[in-house]
């Protein structure tokens, strides 16, 4: 089975985190469930603001004005009667606690561990006017909290904390003159193994940091309330979050309950979770992160349920797009996902709003596996599940994402409609990330191409400003020009300069466009390094991450423009690396990077190196139908390199036209780009002068001598052809590059 996924956070946070994913999968057998040392707790289940006990789902919420088991600020509190809840809500939600100021319920903990915490707010027309925070000790869980668009439905806040032996307590601090106010609290001890905290894979301490839930998704099933759950948990069917409902085939995969090999039990999912489910399958081709799980290999028997936990990237879109899919070397061409949980992980603040707040996100996927797929057979359509329509969230959305400093650059939406014909489908170039690019026309004759966010895209909010504020502030002829953006509602559009030629992709392979020439190819490579390597001039340098060829644009003349700046990050002035989480696409990503997580100006040259050999060879950086050996276009161009099989390897449409010196430069570029080491790698202004070089061997006939070295342009070069040449290690700024006419240089702000 293959996992592949897109990730983001809540768009309430700012931040690049990174994400955990937790998968729980189950197969088939007769083995029997172990018996389990863990029940669920009596205590604390708490009814706020009332002196009567009630019995619900099998559990009693004592009265809080009951001596004896809890205590509370008395001062600084009252309560009220729900009275619009009395006649539509449960019992639990007739009585609220109100804290006028700042106040506290405090839990004796006699057991360290992990502890499941709930807080259910029901909102009547004077509740709902509460604006409050929700602290724990270290930590701040609510904050600003306020209900939204929920008088007839309770909510409930989940966390998970890792409570030591000690008095627990939960303060309530309402906003200026507003209020604070609870309707019930459950705080009880999670079962053992709830959570994975160990470092197997790459990181631990996930509970030294509260969890908080997001979703609970029932894939596949029905609504499963607390009643129905092992932990009262409550879990929502999953049909108002398809991205394709028609894409997605129901199943029911197990007809008995489950069976659980320790330490895995029935509480971390319910048995009714487990015995539904839906088929799935995502295309081989995928760039997303993948990875490849076999279920029956980790548990060696059948019907295991089982969950295993991956720390990822995170982004801020506000959205999650998780696929599921076979494994291409599989003959199994089905796999099952039984359900999803969210969770977001705060870090520890002090008691006041941080000025920043890095969220995690755990999901937990409930998978069916290899063996499950082989009983049920055939192939399910491609299919992705989002966020996007997530049945209740609250909190609010910022009017505008972009600052008013570009304001110079809006264009009415109604203007974009009318270029686009109101985004005719016929009008549709392409697809990507971000969402759907589309051809068009300004009312001015002046032709466009239109990026238009869609739901369910893996970028939004920080992808959306980093392209207009990079695009705002440099201009240069090997850069793709923004002409303006739109933010109206939840729109989020950019406007480009129509490139009449398309991808670099486009012209390589599986296209049916005319072969480039190997000059055209050369020409393309240096427009594009010279782009790349503008960065340099810009204040602290601009690291692009993710070059690639579809991202090298031609206009009608056949110029390269780099484009799409949307992952890009800003180099702080005298720093060597940016310490960021891995974003880019798999077959371009520097390993060094994704091994340190230190982005570097060194990343973009590896990624470029790549793109060099695709120009060489025509053929995709990754290819997953060709042998295992030859997948990976940048492993196995440097395998033919070293093994002199390179002639196999080049594109045949161009291969007579080559002179051997230029290909053996252009080789040599490639070679240098994809060392392992950033160290290793030169400089993006040393490989645009390489480049340059390469072109004039294939223009020129350059006689090489016997002691010329191969260690740089520098070195080969025609005295005749030399205007102003640095050294190897030189380096172009803003003066150099005015020098050639190319450059015109802004500042450049990043967040």
């Known amino acids: 089975m293959k996992i592949q996924a897109r990730y983001s956070k809540s768009t309430e946070d700012k931040l690049h985190e990174p994400l955990i994913l937790l998968l729980f999968l189950v197969l088939f057998s007769s083995y029997q469930l172990p018996s389990s040392a863990y029940t669920l707790p009596d205590k604390y289940f708490i009814n706020c603001g009332s002196n009567i006990n009630l019995s619900i789902t099998s559990r009693t919420y004592v009265g809080d004005m009951n001596p004896g088991l809890v205590s509370f600020t008395k001062q600084n509190s009252y309560f009220t009667n729900n009275k619009q809840a009395s006649k539509t809500s449960p019992a639990l939600y007739r009585t609220a606690r109100i804290f006028r100021q700042k106040s506290s319920y405090v839990f004796k903990i006699d057991r360290n ?54 008095n627990f307590s939960i303060d309530f601090v309402p906003q200026g003159p507003s209020f604070a106010f609870v309707n019930a609290i459950e705080v009880f001890s999670a079962p053992p193994g709830f959570i994975n905290d160990d470092d197997k894979n790459g990181y631990k301490g996930i509970l030294s940091q509260p969890l908080q839930t997001i979703h609970r998704i029932n894939v596949g099933g029905h609504t499963l309330t607390p009643k129905n ?49 839906r088929e799935m399958n995502i295309s081989t081709t995928s760039s997303y992160l993948s990875q490849e799980i076999d279920p029956y290999k980790r548990m060696g028997r059948l019907a295991t349920p089982f969950f295993v936990d991956f720390v990822v990237d995170s982004d801020d879109s506000g959205l999650m797009n998780i696929s599921i899919g076979p494994d291409s070397s599989s003959s199994v061409k089905n796999a099952f996902l039984n359900g999803v949980e969210i969770m977001e992980m705060m870090r520890e603040s002090e008691f006041v709003k941080p000025k920043q707040k890095s969220v995690f996100v755990i999901v937990g996927p409930f998978l069916g596996g290899l063996v499950l797929v082989c009983i049920f057979g055939g192939s399910a359509p491609s299919n992705k599940m989002s966020q996007q329509s997530s049945p209740s969230r609250e909190g609010t959305t910022n009017a505008s994402p972009v600052p008013d400093l570009y304001l110079g650059l809006k264009i009415p939406f109604l203007e974009i409609q009318l270029a686009t014909s109101n985004f005719d489908k016929k009008l549709l170039i392409s697809k990507g990330g971000f969402g759907n690019v589309y051809r068009g026309t300004l009312r001015t004759g002046v032709k466009v191409a239109v990026k238009r966010s869609e739901p369910g895209s893996s970028q939004g909010i920080p992808e959306f400003q980093t ?51 190997w000059t055209q190819r050369l020409e ?33 003349n056949l110029v390269a423009k780099v484009a799409d700046f949307g992952l890009s990050k800003s180099g702080p ?75 196999q390897i080049v594109d045949p449409s161009v291969k ?60 080969l070069l025609r005295s005749s052809i030399i205007r102003r040449l640095p050294s190897i290690t030189a380096e172009f700024y803003s003066d150099e590059m005015a020098l050639l006419g190319e450059a015109e240089i802004g500042t450049v702000f990043l967040s």
């Open 229 to 277: 759950d092992t932990l009262l948990r409550k879990w929502l069917p999953d049909d108002s979050y398809l991205y394709h409902a028609d894409a997605a085939k129901g199943s029911r995969v197990l007809p008995v309950k489950p069976t659980y090999l320790a330490p895995f039990n029935q509480f971390i999912a319910p048995d009714l979770v487990y015995m539904t489910a």
């Open 573 to 647: 002035p005298g720093h060597t690396h940016v310490s960021t989480f891995v974003k880019g696409t798999f077959g371009y990503l520097d390993p060094e990077y994704f091994m340190t997580q230190q982005l570097t100006q060194k990343s973009d040259v590896f990624s470029f190196g790549v793109v060099l050999l695709e120009v060489l060879c025509a053929r995709p950086a990754i290819n997953p139908t060709l042998p295992r050996e030859q997948v990976n276009l940048a492993e196995w161009g440097m395998f033919c390199k070293k093994k002199g099989l390179l002639d």
């Open 113 to 166: 561990g992990p502890y499941l915490v709930r807080l259910h707010f029901f909102g009547s027309k004077k509740l709902s006017a509460a604006v409050f925070d929700v602290l724990v000790p270290g930590f701040l869980l609510l904050h600003n909290f306020k209900l939204q668009n929920s008088s007839n439905t309770a909510v409930i806040k989940e966390f998970i904390l890792s409570i030591p032996v000690s």
């Open 467 to 517: 392209e207009i504020m990079v695009l705002f502030k440099i201009r240069h002829r090997h850069l793709v020009s923004l002409i303006g953006y739109c933010d109206e509602g939840l729109e989020m559009i950019l406007v480009y300069e129509f490139m009449e030629k398309g991808t670099l992709r486009e012209h390589l392979y599986n296209s049916k466009l005319p072969s480039l020439s």
């Open 656 to 715: 007579a036209q080559i002179n051997p010196n230029s290909l053996r430069k252009f080789v040599e570029i490639a070679e240098k780009c994809l060392q392992e080491y950033g160290a290793d790698r030169p400089s993006l202004s040393d490989v645009a002068w390489d480049l340059e070089y390469a072109l004039q061997l294939q223009q020129t006939a350059v006689v090489r001598e016997p002691y010329d070295s191969n260690t740089g342009a520098s070195s």
């Open 524 to 556: 393309i490579c240096l427009g594009a390094a010279r782009g790349l390597y503008l960065h340099k001039g810009a204040a602290g340098g601009i690291i692009h991450r993710d070059v690639k060829s579809t991202n090298i644009l031609l206009d009608e």
